[in-house]
């Protein structure tokens, strides 16, 4: 099978691999409930950006409660294009906690948007591995980085698989409409 990408994402990562961001579920006290609600929402304004801040602060967490304020807070600062904020966030987050695989997808989504498609790729790798509240968008990020090393046949099954994993969401299966497959056959013909 020979898959050929119609255009090349590396010129899109930095835009869509922002948008894909993975949060992580956090009970802990009141001010790290709406980080964490605000980071699965999508929502960088300056309210949500201070109820991460006030629990990491205030909030009396758990060390895994701590790890995911911090994924949750890059999360948002990631929607805010303060991507090496992020970056340390994420990077804390695995300090404390190397075990939740959000950590890792984001910090790989960083790295994506940085142009280091195989850094990106193994913290993606790792993510995954340990497991992720949101694997499709992991898988989607993945295929974003695959695109930046030229390896079209692993960007399509990433995009395919974010696609299976999460049927309603557009943007895999848009990625995916730039893609032609097609098969070779190893026989010569007589």
Known sequence: MNIQAIAIAAGISLALASSAGAAVTVLGSSSADLCSKAAFEGRSDSA???????????????????????????????????????????DKSI???????????????????????????????????????????????????????????????????ASTLKPDWTLPKQELLRFTVTRHDDQPTP
């Open 48 to 90: 949500s950006l201070q109820d991460c801040n006030d629990a990491l602060i205030n909030g009396m967490l758990d060390q895994h409660d701590t790890a995911g304020t911090y994924i949750n807070r890059g999360v948002i600062l990631m929607s805010r294009m303060s991507y090496e904020l992020a970056r340390a966030d994420f």
């Open 95 to 161: 300090a404390i906690d190397p075990t939740i695989g959000e950590a890792w997808v984001n910090r790989g989504a960083v790295n994506i948007i940085d142009k280091k498609y195989q850094d990106g790729i193994s913290d993606i790798d790792k993510g995954l591995s340990l497991g992720t509240e949101e694997p499709a968008k992991a898988y989607y990020n993945r295929a974003v980085a695959y695109e930046g090393i030229d390896d079209e046949k692993s960007a399509y099954l990433d995009y395919q698989q």
